[in-house]
């Protein structure tokens, strides 16, 4: 199966289903826009929105699993978890304008004391965006057809 045919890219232009998931931070916001799974394969679409004139130089983005609640004094164990596939991923994101892009992973389920979290940093810059993202939200995935 290719991860990223015709029919597929179609479904990832639709309106968002989650409406609950996001950050805004620094005139920038970062939303979990659908979810989906298809066979081995789970889909985060997401969507940037810079709602400054300053252009968001992406420098990378880390995926990872994390404790969910840091007890004081204690060690938060991190797990990195990469992207098998990436689509229309822009470095740039130019100032009073919006992205949509996927990031696909081979399927998953977190436990409930976990969280997966995607952090994008910008280059040169301190708008650091970080999203959580809870496993009712993974479990709640649509099928993709």
Do not use: W
Request: with cysteine.
């Amino acid at each position: 199966m290719e991860l990223f045919s015709i029919r597929i890219q179609r479904t990832f232009q639709l309106v968002s289903t989650i409406f609950s998931l996001g950050v805004i931070k620094n005139k920038f916001e970062m939303s979990l826009a659908n979810l989906y799974v298809k066979d081995d394969f789970m889909f985060f679409v997401f969507d940037i929105k810079n709602f400054s004139n300053i252009d968001y130089d992406v420098d990378f983005i880390k995926c990872f699993l994390r404790d969910q609640k840091k007890v004081k004094n204690s060690i938060q164990q991190e797990v990195p978890y990469d992207p098998v596939e990436q689509k229309d991923f822009d470095k740039k994101i130019l100032g009073k304008s919006q992205n949509r892009f996927v990031l696909a992973f081979n399927k998953f389920t977190i436990p409930d004391d976990k969280v997966f979290e995607i952090e994008m940093f910008e280059r040169g810059g301190g708008r650091h965006m970080k999203l959580s993202i809870l496993n009712e939200y993974i479990l709640s995935a649509e099928l993709l057809k």
